[in-house]
Structure formats: structure tokens, C-alpha cells
């Protein structure tokens, strides 16, 4: 039973930095590429940032730059560094992994689990 667990969100200024983590569990993740997404009211939930099974990384246009996805396949952890936040940055965020093993980083449609989420807001 594969179960995400986000944390780390909180209020910042604008401009200041937040690091959410992810603690994953219930199966090998070595073999799935693993994700962040977010969702701020009345909108749709986009990506934000995802790395492969391989290494391989993928970030759209709106955070590329201020954003990093990193993990740590032994304590089972994925991270989202956010630097120089801004108020359009104010969404819950969520942590996800693909159904599939051994997809690309781009391959956005095979998400398939998704952690509970943590609020992140950025204050002008």
C-alpha cells in the first residue's frame, strides 16, 4: 500500500524560501518516479516539479529556477526546495508518485498516488 506524507508547508513572505518533504512507503521507489503538485482555490491541481526513476527532473516554466526536486532513495524521502517565493506560489501541495515503474520525469499522466497535502502560503 504505497502511502506519501507531506510536510513542511507553512506562511512565508514573499521572497523567503520553504523546504516541503515527502516520507514515502509500501513499495520500492527506487523503480517510480516521484513528484510534486499543487493546488491553490478554484484552480486546477498542476505540477510543479518531478523527477525520474533515473535522476532525470522536469519543471514547468512557472517555478524553473526558484524550484528543486531532490531525493533521498535510502530514508525513502523526496524534497521541494522553493526559493524567492511569491504570493502566486500560495497553494496546497502534494506529493505524488506514478503508477508505472521505470517512467520518464515528462510522463505527467501516470500519476496515480497522491499524500494528503500541505498548505503553503506566501504573503505580499
Known amino acids: 500500500q504505497v502511502q506519501l506524507v507531506e510536510s513542511g508547508g507553512g506562511l512565508v513572505q514573499a521572497g523567503g524560501s520553504l523546504r516541503l518533504s515527502c516520507t514515502a512507503s509500501g513499495r520500492d521507489f527506487r523503480k517510480y518516479s516521484m513528484g510534486w503538485f499543487r493546488q491553490a482555490p478554484g484552480k486546477e491541481r498542476d505540477f510543479v516539479a518531478t523527477?525520474?526513476?533515473?535522476?532525470?527532473?522536469f519543471y514547468p516554466e512557472s517555478v524553473r529556477g526558484r524550484f528543486t526536486i531532490s531525493r533521498d532513495i535510502k530514508k525513502k524521502m523526496v524534497y521541494l526546495q522553493m526559493d524567492k517565493l511569491k504570493p502566486e506560489d500560495t497553494a496546497v501541495y502534494y506529493c505524488?508518485?506514478?503508477?508505472?515503474?521505470?517512467?520518464?520525469?515528462?510522463?505527467?499522466?501516470?500519476?496515480?498516488?497522491w499524500g494528503q497535502g500541505t498548505q503553503v502560503t506566501v504573503s505580499s
Open positions: 523527477i525520474s526513476w533515473a535522476g532525470g527532473y
Open positions: 505524488a508518485t506514478m503508477r508505472d515503474p521505470f517512467m520518464g520525469a515528462q510522463d505527467l499522466e501516470d500519476f496515480a498516488f
